[in-house]
């Protein structure tokens, strides 16, 4: 195995973390503190803990939105600060679903989807064509025109997803994607979310506390005080 | 959608503060054109005054940039008739005299049967008959402006002249002029036997060699003296150069002030928008395609006031023209290229203003951006 993470490739590997750490306030706060984790190309992981345990920041660094103070992260067998150009490994290969779904209030919801398109080179007609079949194809054929402040939070969240979709990444995060949602939209977004997983066959990383969103997952990390402390299935409600 | 669209929706999305932007951006670029216009009216009104003579040179002593040249003896008129390409050449004798209760006057004195007198347009009155005879004429605007006829006196200095004749030119600055007989003039100002402009008029199809090669020996014979053609004539005259510097002083202080309003715009814009920023750097917009956005918005804003700003400018100076105070006495000048000026000068000017916050917005870290609500 050589350390300079170039062209070092492992068969179905996406993501590779070893000795991932990241602090904050000059290393007197340590969110991280040594994660070490592989995920495989088309798998469904649930990062699970508490608040403060460190899974946004990892959700984070699996992002690029954000770099480790130390360790090595690999996508794809590349090392992510041999990757270049991080927007564009972002716009190209990352699809992000957020809590709070961000998107441009200003924006209908056709118009949102198709804000990661202006990086790849389609033209605007082809945009659109895209952007109209991925909202028909989270349900909301019909709400095309809508901004976001007429649709409801599920329909928000639905959104989002269409628009994570945009440039089909390889890697999808979603950053407590329920926490905004009643128990019935949750329902709805996370059976969305594990049907386009497994159809498009995509990698899924769900950040969440729930102990109901991680059961959607194939396989859960769990964390505390910044250190993967399990890593295994979900558990199962007691019948 | 194209990125065009996501400009014009940032932009209208707080319209108010968009519109005072454009507003206050109209006002710079409204001055600019007007000062500018009034200034290049003033100089054309300057060269029309030779060129509608049909002068095609002006010969004047060497002094300072004064707009009025020191005097010298009307002999030298003689020389410059022997020259070659010199079809005719008469003298003249001008100066700024306060009239009456008249603001200051253009009064020229011109030698009789001379090429100066031919494009005047008689519309009262008759021409002064003889260099004896205690007559002026004036232009339409100073007849208006001193309240003038046919018929009645006028005080020049220490002599009494009648108004023999009003008349019309196609130069601004003859229409507010009073115009005698040569002799006449220099009695009245006591400088006898003497001018301070020679206009020259020159053999038709003169070549620009032909009329370098007169400059150099106009300056070659008459020692101490400058041809100039009728443009060089207005653009070294300090009148002139003064209301330029005046209208261009002036125009960069409003733009100064207008680039201040719209940086303040667009960086509070930026500033509300830091959160929606980091939604763009997170889904992978790259910081230069950030950094266009918001400078885009920013020359839109420069753009639309300066499209305001020229119709603005343009329709104060026509107001102007038309006031009784200065009716006939400014003339703005408006051309493609002024128009062309004042867009350039507010694309420079949004860009300008929005290229700080652009700079701001564009290197925010994406995670902590969206922290920002």
């Known amino acids: 195995m050589t350390e300079s993470g170039v062209g070092r490739q492992t068969a179905g590997v996406l993501v590779e973390a070893r000795d991932l750490r990241r602090t904050f306030d000059e290393g007197r706060v340590e969110a991280l503190r040594g994660i070490n984790f592989t995920i495989n190309e088309g798998e469904f992981v649930a990062i699970q803990g508490p608040s403060g345990s460190g899974k946004s920041t990892l959700l984070q660094l699996l992002g690029a939105l954000d770099a480790p103070t130390a360790g090595v992260l690999h996508f794809r067998g590349n090392s992510f600060d041999l990757l270049g150009d991080m927007a564009a490994f972002r716009a190209r290969t990352v699809g992000f679903i957020f809590q709070s779904f961000h998107l441009l209030p200003t924006l209908s919801a056709i118009e949102n989807v198709q804000i990661p398109m202006f990086e790849m080179p389609w033209p605007a007609q082809e945009r659109r064509r895209r952007a109209k079949s991925l909202l028909e194809a989270v349900g909301l054929g019909d709400r095309l025109d809508h901004l976001p402040p007429k649709l409801s939070g599920g329909e928000r969240q639905r959104v989002a997803i269409a628009r994570s979709l ?46 109901a969103v991680a059961r959607y997952a194939r396989r859960v990390l769990q964390m505390l005080d910044g250190k993967i402390v399990a890593d295994g299935s979900p558990a199962r409600p007691p019948m | 959608m194209t990125f065009f669209t996501i400009i014009c929706k940032n932009l209208l999305r707080r319209r108010t503060r968009s519109l005072l932007t454009i507003a206050g951006i109209a006002i710079g670029i409204g001055a600019v054109v007007a000062l500018a216009s009034l200034a290049w009216g003033f100089e054309t009104s300057w060269v029309r005054t030779y060129t509608a003579r049909g002068t095609d040179m002006i010969v004047t002593k060497v002094t300072s940039q004064s707009p009025i040249p020191a005097p010298f003896a009307q002999e030298r008129v003689r020389d410059l008739k022997a020259l070659p390409h010199v079809v005719q050449a008469s003298g003249l004798l001008t100066d700024l005299i306060s009239i009456e209760d008249a603001p200051t006057v253009l009064v020229f004195g011109w ?239 949004g860009a300008l203003g929005g290229l700080y916050p652009a700079i701001r917005g564009s290197r925010m870290h994406p995670s902590e951006a969206l922290r920002y609500e």
């Open chain 2, 111 to 349: 030698e009789a049967n001379t090429f100066l007198w031919e494009h005047l347009k008689l519309v009262n009155g008759r021409w002064p008959a003889n260099d004896e005879e205690p007559v002026v004429v004036l232009g339409s605007v100073a007849a208006d402006m001193m309240n003038k006829t046919v018929g009645s006196s006028v005080q020049i200095e220490t002599g009494t002249f009648k108004i023999c004749g009003i008349f019309e030119s196609s130069a601004l600055a003859e229409n507010g002029a009073v115009i005698m007989r040569l002799p006449q003039m220099q009695r009245v100002t006591e400088q006898d036997g003497k001018v301070n402009f020679i206009n020259l008029k020159l053999a038709p199809g003169t070549t620009q060699q032909q009329i370098e090669e007169l400059r150099q020996a106009i300056k070659m014979q008459l020692t101490g003296f400058k041809a100039f053609t009728a443009s060089e004539v207005a653009q070294n005259n300090s009148a002139i150069q003064v209301a330029k510097a005046m209208s261009w002083a002036t125009s960069g202080i409003a733009l100064f002030v207008g680039a201040i309003g719209v940086m303040n715009t667009v960086l509070m814009s930026v500033f509300e928008r830091l959160h929606e920023i980091g939604i763009l750097l997170a889904i992978g917009w790259r910081r230069s395609r950030i950094l266009r956005m918001v400078l885009y918005e920013s020359i839109m804003l420069g753009v639309a006031g300066g499209i305001l700003g020229s119709v603005l400018g343009t329709v104060t100076v026509k107001l102007l023209e038309r006031t009784p105070l200065l009716h006939g006495k400014i003339e703005g000048e408006f051309s493609v290229f002024l128009f062309a000026l004042a867009l350039i000068i507010s694309i420079g000017l």
């Open chain 1, 166 to 211: 945009a440039n089909e990444p390889a890697l999808l995060l979603a950053d407590e994607p329920t926490g905004n949602l009643d128990s019935v939209s949750a329902t709805r977004i996370m059976d969305l979310l594990e049907k386009i997983q497994s159809e498009r066959g995509m990698t899924l990383v769900v950040v969440t506390h729930d102990a």
